[in-house]
């Protein structure tokens, strides 16, 4: 029956299945009854598998499609009136074209089946940064993903009231066909179509789609912004002062990791700590102090699955330990637990691999992605609420759940140029950085892995409109704020000439996050100013205790920390050159007069010193 009487979210919901003709409706109301069924009715029809219930209770594991494993970024449009709106980097399609053609690929894919309708909020159910989506989908999988991902049920419904908007979407899983799966955005219209595809970011259309595509256009046009970005609490040793960091990293470039991160001892001795907001979106606003506060809009994490164990991130493991959907990791099949490459050093004897066949530990090679028991990309979908280091804030109601943002870092993957960490000279000066960034791409996405692109903000795959209005916003956003987060940039990801990590990186980063909040505070500690920045001074980085070895037997020291804080002026030249032939060829037009000014400035900053006119000898004089 439905749940409302709102003329807008029933004519989404009859038209919807007019079209996909399914069965069945059924409106999730947020009952915990509900929900148990349909976990119940999945592990039934072999969509989802039950774990452990002793180990890990009410856990489930999922494989997708072994075509159906990321985020599709080639076939993922922005379909606006005009193609210049979308942009230079997204891919467009006319939205008539794509409604006819999405239509003609979902027409009667229900039949047979049911189709759910989730009413869900991005945020925290009536505050004020919340917004509301209908997503209507014909998979229990989405169902439960989305049940942990956002807000679910009537509540939302009552929000959205008689007249209410919202954001609608459709999602159809068809037979998940590679060839005609589509991800459409209709911003001009509050609209969402994913046909094909059964898998995370393409089908949980609360978050890459609503959240980050559609809502940085609404945030264009309403003056906020919707970014790829963690959040994080730092409490002080006073446990009264607490500051706010938002980072935009590209995917699986560390989001998670940095806002779950546990400081070394040697800072839990002092009493710092870390609490977590967020750890990939936030919506941020400029509120009536002046000051820019941030929002983390999810209510879960769809988090990188291998590589996370009780070191590197002993808060992402325990928030996996109850309600947490796993995704195309490995089944352990001597307890039904899960594993996955990096989880332990061990390998298990009897582990079923992400396509569901025996996988066999003696002829698992670490740098042959295929012989891997979990898909690189293996997710899991774990309740915020299940995370040790969740912060107060994070679900705080009567519009409490806003933090105020100190500093804001960008970072990527880069072996080499790019230092540990640099701020910018002021806020345009970050907003360059930001538009400037290169990452090497990861699993994430389907394509090749550890190849170097743009990827402005960590934003490329996620801008619902043109790259350089984009820019200009942020830019305009600079001049509302009173008193602008200080910018950083920060690299994890520094190599020797042998491949290794030359810093330690996860917990050790904090070491950096108390420089970049010494720089925000009243009273700063000095620093470098360089070609590209200010870059910080060896010794105000505190290496106390610090123990890690790059290579076995080489332990990191001051020399290290001096090496990835230098600033070649050769290869920055050339950084410079390939950032303007961005600028020049790709993004085109539409980049703000600000950006062009900072390049020139870096440009002019890493000439080379003039060489001292030879001096004349006596016979020419
Ligand atoms: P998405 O969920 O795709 O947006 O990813 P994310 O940005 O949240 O990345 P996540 O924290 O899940 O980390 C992705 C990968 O980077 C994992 O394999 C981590 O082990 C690795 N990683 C994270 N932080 C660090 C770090 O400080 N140093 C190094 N060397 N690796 C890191
Ligand atoms: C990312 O790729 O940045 C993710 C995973 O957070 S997905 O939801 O698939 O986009
Ligand atoms: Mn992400």
Redesign the pocket.
């Known amino acids: 029956m439905a749940l409302t009487k709102n003329k807008k979210v029933l004519d989404f919901v009859q038209e919807s299945a007019d079209l996909a003709q399914p069965d069945k409706i059924v409106w999730i109301d947020g009952n915990p009854d509900q929900i148990k069924a349909l976990k119940e009715e999945a592990v039934k029809s072999g969509e989802l598998i039950k774990l452990n219930e002793n180990l890990l209770p009410d856990c489930y594991l999922h494989r997708t499609k072994v075509n159906d494993v990321a985020r599709v970024e080639d076939r993922t449009f922005i379909c606006t009136t005009n193609k210049e709106d979308a942009g230079p980097i997204n891919y467009w399609m006319d939205p008539r074209q794509a409604k006819e053609l999405s239509n003609e690929i979902a027409r009667g894919s229900m039949k047979g089946r049911t189709m759910y309708v989730i009413p869900y909020s991005m945020g925290v159910v009536g505050s004020d940064f919340a917004k509301y989506g209908i997503e209507v989908t014909d998979s229990i999988y989405v169902v439960l993903n989305m049940n942990i991902m956002t807000r679910v049920g009537k509540s939302v419904l009552n929000q959205i009231g008689k007249d209410g908007d919202f954001i609608k979407g459709f999602h159809a899983k068809c037979n998940v066909d590679a060839d005609k799966r589509y991800i459409m955005h209709f911003p001009e219209e509050n609209l969402i179509i994913s046909v094909n595809s059964a898998y995370g970011g393409n089908v949980l259309l609360g978050k890459k789609c609503f959240a980050l595509r559609i809502a940085s256009y609404l945030g264009k046009n309403e003056g906020w912004m919707a970014e790829h970005m963690l959040i994080l609490e730092v409490v002080f040793p006073d446990k009264k002062t607490k500051k706010y960091v938002a980072a935009a ?1 590209p ?8 806002a779950m991160l546990i400081p070394p001892k040697h800072y839990t001795d002092m009493g710092y700590e870390i609490k977590t907001v967020g ?2 979106i936030a919506w941020l606003r400029v509120d009536k102090d002046g000051s820019l506060y941030a929002v983390n809009p999810e209510n879960g994490f ?3 699955a ?2 996370t164990n009780e070191h ?1 991130n002993k808060n992402a493991l325990d928030s996996t330990k109850r309600g947490t959907i796993f995704t195309n990791v490995a089944l352990n099949t001597d307890d039904m637990t899960v594993w996955w490459e990096g989880m332990s050093k061990e390998l298990p004897d009897h582990c079923i691999d992400w396509t569901g066949k025996p996988w066999d530990p003696a002829k698992f090679d670490k740098k042959d992605k295929s012989t891997c028991a979990a898909h690189p990309n293996s997710r899991f979908t774990a309740p915020a609420s299940n995370c040790p280091s969740i912060s107060d804030k994070f679900d705080a109601p009567n519009g409490l759940d806003a933090v105020p943002i100190s500093a804001i870092i960008f970072g990527g993957r880069r072996a080499s140029t790019t230092p540990l960490v640099y701020e910018a000279r002021d806020w345009n000066h970050g907003v360059f950085i930001g538009s400037a960034m290169s990452s090497e791409t990861t699993a ?1 996405a389907a394509g090749a892995v550890g190849v170097l692109r743009h990827d402005p903000m960590a934003m490329k795959p996620f801008t619902g409109y043109h790259m350089g209005d984009y820019f200009a916003h942020w830019v305009d956003m600079g001049t509302k704020i009173k008193n602008p987060p200080k910018i950083f940039n920060v690299n ?2 520094r190599t020797d000439k042998d491949g290794n ?1 030359m810093w330690p ?2 917990g050790d ?1 904090m070491r950096v996050l108390e420089w970049i909040l010494k720089r925000c505070s009243d009273t700063p500690v000095e620093a470098e100013e360089t070609a590209i920045g200010y870059v910080p001074k060896a010794e105000d980085i505190d290496l106390s205790d610090m123990d890690y070895e790059i290579t076995a037997g080489k332990k990191f020291g001051i020399n290290d920390l001096k090496s990835i804080l230098t600033v070649d002026k050769e290869k920055w030249a050339k950084e410079a050159e390939e950032i303007e032939g961005y600028y020049n060829n790709t993004i085109k037009d539409r980049i703000p007069q600000e950006l062009w000014d900072c390049l020139n400035t870096l440009k002019n900053n890493c000439k080379p010193a003039a060489k001292p006119a030879p001096k004349k000898t006596d016979k020419e004089a």
């Open positions: 990293f995917s699986a470039c560390g989001k998670t990791n940095l750890d990939d769809f988090g990188v291998p590589g590197s994430a994890w990801f990590f990186g996860f980063n």
